[in-house]
């Protein structure tokens, strides 16, 4: 078993100085609450195979903000493949181009933007989420090629 580092296997002198002035002054950030109800223009970062607790096969895609106050975070989009919720998911993943099984293995393509329609739910323990009523392409943005 490898020993557990230290920061002075992370850091060098200097940094941790100035990381220790950092922490001692650096109140915690706040928890996240999810997003208000609203519309929502986001890229679709990606989109993965998962499934629910309960076992039902799904894909996730993952959105991220991109104006306004809540830029740069991110609200979850779970689409479910059993067969009562096809009609949904095919819905959902043809606007995203997706429409075969077999491409949803693959990654999607890159520069997708969406307006999300964001409600705010509420669960039967008082939790707060987002769930995303509706999804319209508004966009491709080609990504900018890495140096």
């Given amino acids: 078993m490898n020993p557990r580092k230290k920061l002075a296997d992370i850091l060098l002198n200097s940094e941790r100085e100035n990381l220790g002035r950092a922490w001692n002054s650096t109140k915690p950030a706040d928890d ?3 997003l208000p109800s609203g519309e929502y223009r986001c890229s679709v ?3 993965e195979l998962c499934n629910s607790k309960q076992g039902t096969p799904g894909y996730k895609l993952k959105l991220v903000v991109l104006q306004g106050e809540y830029t740069e975070r991110v609200v979850w989009h779970d689409v479910w493949l059993s067969e009562a919720a096809l009609p949904m998911a ?3 993943l043809g606007k995203l181009g997706v429409t075969s099984l077999e491409q949803l293995e693959r990654p999607l ?3 997708i933007i969406v307006n999300a329609k964001v409600a705010l739910r509420r669960g039967d ?3 707060e989420f987002n769930r995303i009523n ?3 392409v508004v966009g491709i943005e080609t990504p900018e090629p890495e140096p």
Wanted: no cysteine.
């Fill in 32 to 34: 996240l609450k999810p």
């Fill in 45 to 47: 970062a990606s989109g």
């Fill in 90 to 92: 095919k819905r959902d």
């Fill in 109 to 111: 393509p890159e520069g």
């Fill in 125 to 127: 323990d008082g939790t």
């Fill in 134 to 136: 509706r999804l319209d």
